[in-house]
């Protein structure tokens, strides 16, 4: 029983630190020297894949590679068993991501528009993150936790009057 509950804190643990993951990656890699690999998603296009996703095949990666260290038929007498509720976290996180980022933000999977709440909150956000042209600047880097998206608005503004970020006008 305690190692159950060990477990569930691990992976809700797992799920927290990735959100913190997911932010810093998105800021200092997917806008940074990942660009090449995120730039299509921030550019309108028709198709269904983008070279973005291939960031979605890293974390799946990540979580396979965590199960194979906590699985005593893989790693034998070695193996690690935390592993395999990071894994999970890891797991949990990345389909969460796919539910609000890809299917309730960008409307990849089904067609939602929430019209208030915490829901109304994240498109929001995310929306002014893609107010910006290019990879500098810009605000909102998570994907599952939201800041008031008047902050945010208020953030684009002193970007753009710093020169940071190219905002577009539609703020």
């Known amino acids: ?19 913190c993951v997911a932010w810093s990656s ?13 730039r299509d998603h921030h550019e309108r296009h028709d198709r269904l894949v ?19 260290i906590g699985s005593p038929l893989v790693a ?39 019209r208030s709440g915490y829901a109304k909150r994240l498109v929001q956000a995310h929306k002014l993150h893609h107010a ?3 990879k500098h600047g810009g605000v909102s880097f998570g994907f599952v936790f939201a800041r008031d998206p008047q902050v945010l608005k208020r953030e684009l503004k002193a970007q753009r009057e710093a020169g940071i970020a190219i905002v577009r006008d539609s703020i």
């Open 76 to 114: 034998g007498a070695y193996a690690w068993w935390p592993a395999t509720p990071i894994g999970i976290g890891v797991m949990l996180y990345g389909a969460v991501y796919t539910l609000i980022h890809d299917g309730l933000v960008h409307q990849r999977w089904f067609h939602y528009v929430p």
């Open 50 to 68: 983008e070279k973005n996703d291939l960031y979605a095949v890293v974390g799946a990666g990540l979580s396979i590679s965590c199960f194979m």
């Open 26 to 38: 998105h800021k200092y890699v997917m806008h940074g020297f990942g660009w090449g690999w995120h």
């Open 132 to 134: 910006t042209v290019g």
């Open 1 to 19: 029983m305690v190692r159950v509950m060990i477990s569930a804190l691990i992976i809700f643990a797992t799920f927290i630190a990735m959100e």
